[in-house]
């Protein structure tokens, strides 16, 4: 299984483009994570830059606590029944501040994406 990390900062609203390829298929993707301060979490939303097509919007930032959390779960119908992989997001450190990424802790997470956990 191959995943990638997301180059993640600190910064509210993040957008950068991803080579990644989910089960060996391609996809160019255009990643924007941002953090909404009223509920106090952060979300990710994905596009496929070749069609411009909306894969996931704004995915919660959940963190894999001693199970697995497939964020890309529901979505396996996209891409044409290819699906979008997997993405998980883990606490980076041995005792993150939060449960889950809230602001000014997300670098004390990784969010991996790639081929589909099953």
């Given at each position: 299984?191959?995943y990638?990390?997301?180059?993640?900062?600190e910064?509210?609203?993040?957008?950068?483009?991803?080579s990644?390829?989910?089960?060996?298929?391609?996809?160019?993707?255009?990643?924007e994570?941002?953090y909404?301060?009223?509920p106090?979490f952060?979300a990710?939303?994905?596009?496929?830059?070749?069609?411009?097509?909306?894969?996931?919007?704004?995915?919660?930032?959940?963190?894999s606590y001693?199970?697995i959390n497939?964020?890309l779960?529901?979505?396996r119908?996209?891409r044409?029944?290819?699906?979008?992989?997997?993405?998980?997001c883990?606490?980076?450190?041995d005792?993150?501040?939060?449960?889950?990424?809230s602001?000014?802790?997300?670098?004390?997470?990784?969010v991996?994406?790639?081929d589909?956990?099953?």
């Open positions: 299984m191959t990638t990390i997301l180059p993640l900062t910064d509210p609203r993040q957008v950068f483009s991803l990644v390829s989910p089960d060996g298929i391609p996809l160019q993707a255009r990643v994570v941002r909404f301060p009223a106090d952060w990710v939303s994905i596009w496929d830059e070749s069609s411009g097509e909306l894969l996931a919007n704004q995915l919660p930032l959940i963190c001693g199970q497939d964020l779960f529901p979505f119908h996209k044409e029944g290819r699906g979008l992989g997997s993405l998980f883990l606490k980076d450190e005792a993150p501040s939060t449960p889950d990424p602001k000014g802790n997300l670098l004390q997470f990784q991996l994406w790639g589909t956990y099953s």
